[in-house]
Nanobody, 119 residues
Framework: QVQLVESGGGLVQAGGSLRLSCAAS????????VAWFRQAPGKEREFLAR????????VYADSVKGRFTISRDNAKNTMALQMNSLKPEDTAVYYC????????????WGQGTQVTVSS
């Protein structure tokens, strides 16, 4: 069993940066592919980025490629999402997820953290 807790959300001006963190419990976290998603009001959940268990391979959505960076530290059971050049359209609740079972299917999810980008 893995529990995920996000932190680092908040209010930022357009063009600014935020770093989201996700702390995981459980011994199996390091064996899972993990990812970040977001969901804006009235919209479907959107995949942002994922990283393999080793941390070597990453995949990004076109909407965030070049602006966001996913990383993980298996020794600390954490993952992060560095977000730069933020835009108002990045406003959403951000979720970390672990154990990829399909394109948007993950076994474990965090509770979410709000990111608001003002124009």
């Amino acid at each position: 069993q893995v529990q995920l807790v996000e932190s680092g959300g908040g209010l930022v001006q357009a063009g600014g940066s935020l770093r989201l963190s996700c702390a995981a419990s459980g011994r199996t976290f390091s064996t899972y592919t993990v990812a970040w998603f977001r969901q804006a009001p009235g919209k479907e959940r959107e995949f942002l980025a994922r990283i393999t268990s080793s941390g070597i391979n990453t995949v990004y959505a076109d909407s965030v490629k070049g602006r966001f960076t996913i990383s993980r530290d298996n020794a600390k059971n954490t993952m992060a999402l560095q977000m730069n050049s933020l835009k108002p359209e990045d406003t959403a609740v951000y979720y970390c997820a672990a154990q990829r079972m399909g394109p948007s299917t993950y076994t474990y999810w965090g509770q979410g953290t709000q990111v608001t980008v003002s124009s």
